[in-house]
């Protein structure tokens, strides 16, 4: 769980606790490239210290393990991530436009951060035998789904549809694809992204009826 011990939140929560957590942020920023690289076994707070060019103990005084980090920089990127979707999904003008935008996204987010993906990827299966993770992996993990419906019923809007599935069918679906374009990708397969896009475009048009 990414909570912060009462050392830490009693920084976060004094009187420069504005600061405190900026500074938090700073440096979580500086470490996700780092942990991206390492993945989240490998990672160590010494190895993440050296990455942002501070002490260890500088590092421990604004996380209280790794654990702490881990969760600050998985959160400041997968929110991140979600308001720029968000504003694809809200600036939407026509269907097959929405549709393009978000196959585009997806394919250059996966060609740009397959790293970060990776570990988010490599945090959500760690969720599944640890605790500490699951509470806030989910958090996590259901905000994703949520905004891939909101795309979903925006797109059918725009096309004068309607949905034909479930939410839970529509996440699975673009995940799935997703992850294995991903795997792809790290394994050598540079045409990934672009089939992605192809695939997500394709997916679109199977999650709604015809047009009324």
């Known amino acids: 769980m990414d909570t912060p011990?009462?050392?830490v939140a009693g920084r976060l929560a004094g009187a420069r606790g504005q600061k405190f957590a900026a500074r938090r942020q700073e440096?979580?920023?500086?470490?996700?490239?780092?942990?991206?690289?390492?993945?989240?076994?490998?990672?160590?707070?010494?190895?993440?210290?050296?990455?942002?060019?501070?002490s260890l103990g500088v590092l421990h005084y604004y996380f209280d393990d790794k654990d702490d980090l881990v969760m600050c920089c998985v959160r400041q990127?997968?929110?991140?991530?979600?308001?720029?979707?968000n504003s694809i999904v809200i600036d939407g003008s026509s269907g097959?436009?929405?549709?393009?935008?978000?196959?585009?996204a997806?394919?250059?987010?996966?060609?740009?951060?397959a790293a970060m993906h990776r570990l988010w990827y490599d945090l959500r299966t760690q969720a599944l035998f640890d605790d500490r993770f699951a509470a806030s992996i989910n958090e996590i993990d259901d905000s994703l789904a949520a905004l891939t419906w909101k795309a979903v019923?925006?797109?059918?809007?725009?096309?004068?549809?309607?949905?034909?599935?479930?939410?839970?069918?529509?996440y699975a679906t673009a995940?799935?694809?997703?992850?294995?374009?991903?795997?792809?990708l790290i394994t050598g397969d540079a045409?990934?992204?672009q089939r992605l896009a192809h695939e997500i475009d394709s997916a679109l048009d199977d999650f709604v009826g015809a047009p009324a």
């Open 153 to 170: 019923i925006a797109y059918a809007e725009l096309c004068e549809s309607v949905v034909i599935i479930t939410p839970a069918i529509v």
């Open 5 to 7: 011990s009462s050392r």
């Open 191 to 193: 045409e990934a992204p």
């Open 27 to 54: 440096l979580a920023t500086q470490a996700t490239s780092g942990l991206a690289e390492l993945g989240f076994a490998r990672a160590s707070m010494r190895e993440l210290a050296q990455h942002c060019e501070i």
């Open 96 to 104: 097959p436009e929405l549709k393009t935008r978000i196959s585009s």
């Open 77 to 85: 990127y997968k929110n991140h991530f979600i308001d720029r979707y």
């Open 175 to 184: 995940d799935g694809l997703f992850h294995r374009a991903l795997r792809d």
């Open 106 to 113: 997806l394919s250059n987010s996966l060609r740009e951060s």
